[in-house]
């Protein structure tokens, strides 16, 4: 019987890297042997795409952050269903961009949703399907929206107030929860964001 994958998160606020870092991870366990499934949140299937595309669209006027929370969880339900949970049980490392913790700091800690009736919901989806590890690159807001040089999705596009408390958020989760979140600086260059992720990743998966 095949030893139950790891299961890895990299979350954060606008322009922190979380994509580019989840794509250097994933090469850096590949040359350490390490097989890996990469997903994104929301996404990863047909419906989980379609959810994702309503969510971010920024044509749509504003969402109440219950709409939200429960599109998230919508399309993190077929995700963990289809693609994660097998992905682990065949011994695969998943690495995820975002995830439950995204949701507990936009729609919770930012966006005025009581944590706890997130995460309740968060179990009902994911089950027994939980991170091992939740990497949180901490950015400041104004930095991050700086280093975003394309049309502002959705999301991106709520006030700077709003994602000084998601920066705050999800310190928060770090200081909370520090077995599983663990907060890394993610300013300096891609190279040097990526050793201190890894320093991170490698006591978990190694």
């Known amino acids: 019987m095949k030893q139950r994958g790891k299961f890895i998160v990299l979350d954060g606020p606008e322009g922190s890297g979380k994509s580019t870092q989840a794509d250097r991870l994933a090469r850096r366990l590949g040359e350490a042997g390490v097989q890996t499934t990469c997903v994104r949140d929301p996404g990863g299937t047909p419906v989980s795409e379609r959810i994702r595309d309503v969510l971010l669209d920024a044509d749509l006027p504003d ?119 663990v907060l890394v600086d993610a300013v300096g260059s891609v190279d040097e964001v990526a050793a201190r992720v890894w320093k991170v990743v490698e006591r978990v998966v190694c």
């Open 63 to 181: 969402m109440d952050p219950l709409t939200e929370m429960f599109l998230y969880m919508a399309s993190r339900a077929e995700m963990v269903d289809r693609v994660i949970r097998p992905a682990l049980g065949a011994g695969r490392t998943v690495i995820a961009d975002r995830f439950i913790s995204s949701t507990l700091v936009y729609q919770g800690y930012a966006g005025g949703i009581d944590p706890q009736e997130i995460l309740r919901a968060g179990r009902l989806v994911c089950r027994d399907t939980w991170p091992d590890l939740v990497v949180l690159l901490d950015l400041p807001a104004a930095e991050g929206f700086g280093r975003i040089n394309r049309r502002h999705d959705r999301m991106e596009r709520k006030g700077l107030a709003f994602h000084e408390r998601v920066v705050e958020g999800f310190r928060r989760l770090a200081r909370d929860d520090p077995e599983h979140h």
